[in-house]
């Protein structure tokens, strides 16, 4: 008895991305380079596989994303790898390694690759998704990157034509004034923890910012009256708030105080924030001051900020909202058919000869008749049809047939390029 063969499907929470979406993904990569190059931003490329020491360090050990979230492996040499669950440590640990502290500063970086992350899958949650990213490193710390960083997103997100985006906005102070609070939040949390749920025991423990961003009933009642992070910021802390609050209002941008957004990485000072769309759970992009992680990483004290926005999610409300993006058109108009076994090889090299001119062909080299390939070239919007049967081949010619008018002539193929260069200018292209 034939042996049933296992057929393998996509691993959980991983999705391919089939030709139609590629098409979406590409024009919405393609607004994010040209904002990224109007913003000034530098393109760099991190691997995907770096040690996992450096997320242990940077993300912070007891984070979920560490803890829960990474996707590490142990390499036949015995490294301890893992594969990233977020853009900034990369970066951070590229920018120390190649001394790009000596570049002139501010430095603006921005990447977009894949991130993995061992999260339950759910709509708009993936273990593999894209991230655009962008880094500002500067020589101070000054609130107006913080502004910049969250304008380049919101603009980008505004320009893919998302609409109603809301900056929710918060300030987790810094290693001065977070330690006095956190004494506060603990001593409040323990009072109450036997009303909370088994994750937030843990946090309580390992993370205990993290308790404000539960998302289960019994805890979100305990957050009401948690001390809230605001109150306890000191006066330095405070005026670099209050002063990206004042530079987004002057901006018009829309924004909202949320006392509860504390994100979930260990290495964020002052300023957090993420971006939420109206009708979606989830954020788009989300992002924070960091002015300690260089040091951390064994690099020298570099304030920075810096924004990834989820591009699954992206393209999630595109096609729920059927927002038409511009497409890249690299569509032929000229579409060739072969009838016999000569004129298919002969077809071959005339397409490559035409590609070096610089002429985009589509074909169809199988052995389907005329009328099918005919068919073919309808349904790609061809405006121009090419036909070789053999006794082009033996003539040399080949035949240029309108395919809007049906009006054909025979071309020698010597001068098939101009001729068609002729033509494509008048369908204009
Ligand atoms: P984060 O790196 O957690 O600050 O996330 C930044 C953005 O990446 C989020 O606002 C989402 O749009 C996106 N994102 C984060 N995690 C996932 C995930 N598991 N699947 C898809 N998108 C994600």
New binding site residues.
């Given amino acids: 008895m034939a042996k049933i063969k296992k057929q393998f499907t996509v691993i959980k929470g991983m999705h391919d991305i089939l030709p139609e979406d590629f098409k979406l993904f590409a024009a919405v990569k393609s607004i994010i380079d040209k904002f990224a190059s109007f913003y000034n931003f530098s393109p760099i490329e991190t691997p995907v596989l770096e040690s996992l020491e450096l997320f242990e360090r940077s993300s912070g050990q007891s984070t979920e994303v560490v803890q829960k979230q990474m996707f590490s492996l142990l390499t036949k040499g015995g490294d301890a790898l893992a594969v990233r669950p977020?853009g900034t440590p990369g970066i951070v640990r590229a920018y120390i390694e190649h001394g790009l502290s000596h570049a002139p500063h501010p430095l603006k970086l921005y990447y977009y690759g894949y991130?993995f992350?061992y999260?339950k899958p759910q709509a708009?949650?993936?273990?593999q998704?894209h991230?655009a990213g962008f880094e500002i490193f500067s020589n101070e710390i000054d609130p107006i990157y913080d502004v910049q960083a969250i304008l380049t997103s919101d603009r980008i997100l505004e320009a893919i034509g998302i609409k109603n985006l809301t900056v929710q906005i918060n300030s987790i102070g810094d290693k001065n004034c977070r330690p006095p609070y956190l004494e506060k939040l603990i001593k409040y949390y323990k009072s109450k923890s036997k009303l909370l749920c088994a994750d937030c025991k843990e946090r309580l423990k390992k993370n205990p910012l993290r308790l404000l961003d539960c998302k289960e009933d019994q805890c979100q009642e305990l957050k009401l009256e948690a001390p809230k992070l605001l109150d306890f910021l000191d006066s330095n802390c405070r005026n670099h708030f209050r002063r990206v609050l004042e530079y987004l209002e002057d901006l018009h941008i829309p924004y909202m105080l949320n006392t509860s957004l504390v994100?979930?990485l260990d290495y964020y000072t002052k300023t957090v924030f993420?971006i939420t769309a109206e009708g979606l759970d989830?954020?788009?992009?989300?992002?924070g001051r960091y002015d300690y992680l260089a040091e951390l990483l064994g690099g020298r004290k570099t304030p920075a900020v810096g924004v990834?926005?989820?591009i699954?999610?992206v393209i999630e409300i595109i096609k729920a909202h059927n927002i038409n993006l511009p497409m890249p058109k690299v569509k032929s108009k000229i579409f060739i058919s072969q009838i016999g076994e000569a004129a298919k090889k002969k077809a071959l090299s005339l397409i490559e000869d035409l590609r070096n001119e610089g002429i985009l062909v589509a074909e169809a080299l199988g052995k389907d008749s005329l009328r099918a390939q005919m068919k073919m070239a309808d349904r790609y919007g061809a405006d121009i049809g090419l036909i070789l049967g053999q006794r082009e081949v033996y003539e040399e010619t080949i035949i240029v047939r309108d395919l809007k008018s049906g009006v054909q002539e025979t071309v020698p193929l010597k001068r098939l390029a101009e001729e068609l260069k002729k033509r494509l200018k008048t369908v204009g292209r």
């Fill in positions: 977020e991130m992350r999260e708009g949650r993936y273990r998704f991230q994100r979930g993420e989830a954020s788009l992009a989300g992002g990834a926005i989820g699954e999610r």
